[in-house]
């Protein structure tokens, strides 16, 4: 259902809506009331039952997307910034929709950033295409870089995938790839 209904909208919703996450904890915990959804009609007077089973469905659909710990997880997919880290880890531990301006932003609807750039380039290099690769878009992504010549360091736990390789002392194959 999940893989169907991304098949079916992926050019038309942009997020996942943690649709998978959803499933799975709608699968461990059962719903506490299972309460039918209340719909009115636009001039429709709203009644107190049906404020009362808004609020009991909202609580039951909270309580079942909230884990353990008390937090309510979400999807944080919209920063084009974090993938990089765990593609560059899977990498090293052997485990396009490109602007026109041969940039790519911090999100994936944001402008051309150093940052998203650069983060993009390595991960397309590292997942094998070549500098000529990818319709062109490696190449007009160094230009970007090239033309651009300022970096901005993000420095918060999107880094935490390298601190963990740094932090357990791992090295990595010497490949050509990682010596380019």
Known sequence: MARQSFRDNRFHKKHSFDLLMRIQFAEEKQSVTNLPQTKLEEFEDVKE???????????????????DDGHWPGDYGGPMFL????????????????????????????????????????S????????????????????????????????RMVHLPMSFLYAKKFVGPITPTTLS
């Open 83 to 122: 993938l990089h880290g765990l593609v560059i880890t899977l990498y090293v531990t052997g485990a396009l929709n490109i602007n026109r301006d041969g940039g790519w932003g911090l999100h994936i609807e944001g402008p051309s950033t150093m940052f998203g750039t650069v983060l993009n380039y390595v």
């Open 124 to 155: 397309l290099r590292l997942l094998g295409e070549s500098a000529k690769g990818g319709e062109r878009a490696i190449e007009k992504a160094r230009k970007w870089i090239l033309e651009h010549g300022r970096m901005w360091c993000h420095c």
């Open 49 to 67: 039952e049906a404020v009362i089973t808004t609020l009991r469905s909202a609580l039951d659909y909270y309580s079942i997307i909230q884990v």
